[in-house]
T-cell receptor, first 111, second 112 residues
Framework: GQQVMQIPQYQHVQEGEDFTTYCNSS?????IQWYKQRPGGHPVFLIQ?????EVKKQKRLTFQFGEAKKNSSLHITATQTTDVGTYFC???????????FGIGTKLQVIP | DTEVTQTPKHLVMGMTNKKSLKCEQH?????MYWYKQKAKKPPELMFV???????INESVPSRFSPECPNSSLLNLHLHALQPEDSALYLC???????????FGPGTRLLVL
């Protein structure tokens, strides 16, 4: 089946440091979505990327979609304790209705 | 209203019980989803409804039975579950199946 690989699985950073998580697919994605799940919470939609090479920013978060539409990244500048949680990418392959979630990257921020 | 609500929040059931999970959204979304999430794992798709019709069943065992009574409501009927079915069950909705999904808070299910 279609897979979306996500690394790293875990990341500990000191507050104020930057953080990046990466997603990769062996086949072209029609779009990719990013979600954040706080401990004990539910996934919350962050953004959707559709175009090749697209870059979108939300305050300290920068999302990129690769030129070949096979990879994506989420970068957080100057992490804060409120950034703690698990970040999931979810990619859609071709005309499939479903999205395939990556394994998630669990971010811990040390104050 | 930008919320997806789910009831109950917690559910404990025996293997012979029959119970139902409920999900509601009033955002006018035409796609609704059931996911199962185990601890430290990503959400795992179970069912997708598009315009009140079942469009995806991810080979889910028949002891899980979805129902979409109308465009705002989604139910998941549970019968003869196994302990390994214990998980967080998440409902989500989106404008269309290609769009962003909005998740409810989930039902934490424990099967004894």
């Amino acid at each position: 089946g279609q897979q979306v690989m996500q690394i790293p699985q875990y990341q500990h950073v000191q507050e104020g440091e930057d953080f990046t998580t990466y997603c990769n697919s062996s086949t072209t994605l029609s779009n990719i979505q990013w979600y954040k799940q706080r401990p004990g919470g539910h996934p919350v939609f962050l953004i959707q990327l559709v175009k090749s090479g697209e870059v979108k920013k939300q305050k300290r978060l920068t999302f990129q979609f690769g030129e070949a539409k096979k990879n994506s990244s989420l970068h957080i500048t100057a992490t804060q304790t409120t950034d703690v949680g698990t970040y999931f990418c979810a990619g859609r392959h071709g005309g499939y209705q479903k999205v395939t979630f990556g394994i998630g990257t669990k971010l811990q921020v040390i104050p | 209203d930008t919320e997806v609500t789910q009831t109950p929040k917690h559910l404990v059931m025996g293997m012979t019980n029959k119970k139902s999970l409920k999900c509601e959204q009033h955002m006018g979304h035409r796609a609704m989803y059931w996911y199962k999430q185990k601890a430290k794992k990503p959400p795992e798709l179970m069912f997708v409804y598009s315009y009140e019709k079942l469009s995806i069943n991810e080979s889910v065992p028949s002891r899980f039975s979805p129902e979409c009574p109308n465009s705002s409501l989604l139910n998941l009927h549970l019968h003869a579950l196994q302990p390994e079915d214990s998980a967080l069950y998440l409902c989500a909705s989106s404008q269309e199946v290609q769009r962003a999904q909005y998740f409810g808070p989930g039902t934490r299910l424990l099967v004894l």
